[in-house]
Structures are given as C-alpha cells and as structure tokens.
C-alpha cells in the first residue's frame, strides 16, 4: 500500500497477483499484510475469503516502503509455524530495503510476486518544515536506473508556496 504503488495499473496488477496467490496456495489459514512504513494485518488468519474482501477494499497510502515493518509483522504472524508460506507482492521499490534488517524466519517459504516498479521513481526520502522560519527542505532521491528531470511543488494551508516549483534532476 506504500505510495510507490499508488499508480492505477501497478496497484490493480498487486491486488490481481494478491488474489492469484489466495487461489493458487489453498491454504486452512490465510493471512493478508499491508505495508508501508508500517505493517497492519488487514485480514487475520482465517478463510480465503476473508483474505479476498480485504485485498478488494484495499487502497494504496502516502508512506514509504519498508519491507523490516513487513516481514516483522509475518514473523509476529507465523510464530511457530515451520510450514507457513510467504508471498510478497510489491514494486520491489530497492528504496524499501535501505534500512537493512528485513529478514523473515528461518524456514519459511518466500515467494516474491512483481506489481511491476516504475521505469523512474523518484522520491522524497527527508523533508523538514521549519513554521517560524516558514521554511521547508525537502531531499529527493531518484531510485531509477536513469538519470530524470521532474517538477517539485510544494503547497501550504492549500496555496502554492512562492518558489515552490523546483526543477531536480
């Protein structure tokens, strides 16, 4: 659910793979995470279609990826389980990896399914706002393969900031 997969397509083609995987794997249980800086249970473990209403009334958010939220909260999940299985559908946004740590316990099944990552992704990994000094500093990171030039604006209380549009490359 991370902003990363907020683009239309992506995020029908992550809940078309989420599905496929509740069909492919019959399972007793059947759990579904969300993530993105943070990780929910949206459907706990229970029947498929638990499983199949929750990733329907999924929507995707405005926060960061992080596959150590993810990963720690199947662990909280499958605590005792050797024969639990694990399917992972994201953009594989690498951003989402930089705080190290995202390790699942041993033995468990990983299987990795690909919403498809965007040919560029730029995001924005700091922003800081000083209200006293009505001053924001915002640090945008390209993740893409390629060197992009984009368009940042920056709105406050609804209006456009004076000098809010930067060209970043």
Avoid at 38 to 58: C, K, N, Q, S, Y
Avoid at 141 to 158: C, E, H, L, Q, W
Wanted: proline fraction near 4%; hydrophobic fraction near 50%; avoid cysteine.
């Amino acid at each position: 659910r991370s902003f990363s997969m907020a683009a239309p397509a992506r995020f029908a083609r992550a809940r078309a793979l989420a599905r496929q995987a509740v069909d492919e794997f019959p399972a007793e249980r059947v759990a579904v995470v969300a993530f993105d800086e943070r990780a929910d249970v949206i459907a706990a473990p229970g029947t498929a279609a638990d499983a199949r209403a929750a990733i329907a009334a999924l929507e995707p958010g405005f926060g960061a990826t992080r596959y150590v939220a993810a990963f720690d909260k199947v662990a909280e999940l499958v605590v005792n389980d050797a024969t639990a299985r694990v399917v992972l559908v994201s953009d594989l946004q690498r951003s989402g990896f930089d705080d190290g740590g995202a390790v699942l316990p041993e033995g468990l099944e990983l299987i990795v399914r690909d919403a498809g990552a965007a040919a560029g992704n730029l995001s924005i990994t700091n922003a800081v706002v000083d209200g006293a000094k009505r001053r924001a500093v915002a640090t945008v990171r390209n993740y893409g393969p390629a060197v992009r030039a984009a368009d940042v604006r920056a709105t406050f209380g609804g209006q456009e900031a004076r000098d809010a549009v930067k060209r970043v490359s």
